[in-house]
């Protein structure tokens, strides 16, 4: 069992570019969740889905979207690209009854 | 809105001190409890969580967590740290009043020396 899977690793982006981070559960839980960290902020979530079908703002929705079309995937798209968006970007899921299960993670650098 | 104070930013030990990191909650319903660790490099894993019964929760690589209700608190222990212990811990709460996104502390850094 992978757990949650996040696609790419790492990446190096222009600004201005569109990107879309990949995440992939195979837990089968209903709720998902996109945070970024950043030094000395924690974890701020920028956007959450409680189901497949329905997602939510979080903190720092700006500049980021999601979707959810199924159960097991949640990506993140940056529609534009900018340096303040450079970060790492975390993936989770909870069960219900709200454990959350990160994803390894993905480091974007937008140049 | 809900929040959680996690009081030390960055806290220095030697290996074999005490520790304990302390973590406030602003809410007060019904909430579910959680220590997150992160070592560097990694990504965060679960350490603790308390839902109900015995405040005093015991997690994995000798750490625990008490959860007093009358304070909102929720600290997290270890009566002697390791140079292993060196990492990021996160406290989080998530509220039961509808679909919540878990809560999160802003971190403590803790550094342990040989």
């Known amino acids: 069992i992978a757990g949650i899977t996040q696609a790419p690793t790492s990446q190096i982006l222009a600004a201005g570019r569109r990107m879309t981070l990949r995440c992939t559960q195979d837990?089968?839980?209903?709720?998902m969740y996109w945070y970024r960290q950043d030094l000395g902020l924690g974890l701020r979530l920028i956007h959450y889905?409680?189901?497949?079908?329905?997602?939510g703002k979080g903190e720092v929705p700006d500049g980021y979207s999601v979707s959810r079309a199924n159960t097991d995937d949640f990506p993140l798209t940056l529609a534009s690209a900018v340096p303040s968006q450079t970060s790492v970007y975390f993936c989770?899921?909870?069960?219900?009854?709200?454990?959350?299960?990160f994803g390894p993670g993905t480091r974007l650098l937008v140049l | 809105a809900q929040s959680v104070s996690q009081h030390n930013h960055h806290v220095i030990l030697s290996e074999a001190a005490s520790l304990e990191l302390g973590c406030n909650y602003s809410?007060?319903?019904?909430?579910?409890l959680f220590w997150y660790v992160q070592y560097p490099g990694q990504h965060l894993q679960l350490l603790l969580k308390?839902?109900?019964?015995?405040?005093l929760v015991k997690g994995i690589k000798g750490f625990e967590a008490e959860f007093i209700k009358s304070k909102f608190s929720f600290n997290l222990r270890k009566p002697s740290v390791q140079w292993s212990d060196t990492a990021e811990y996160f406290c989080?709460?998530?509220?039961?009043?509808?679909?919540?996104?878990?809560?999160f502390g802003k971190g403590t850094r803790l550094s342990v020396i040989a």
């Open positions: 889905s409680n189901t497949a079908g329905t997602t």
């Open positions: 308390y839902f109900s019964g015995d405040p």
């Open positions: 837990m089968r839980h209903n709720a």
């Open positions: 809410y007060g319903g019904t909430v579910n």
């Open positions: 989770a899921s909870s069960d219900s009854q709200g454990t959350q299960y």
């Open positions: 989080a709460v998530i509220v039961f009043s509808g679909n919540t996104p878990l809560v």
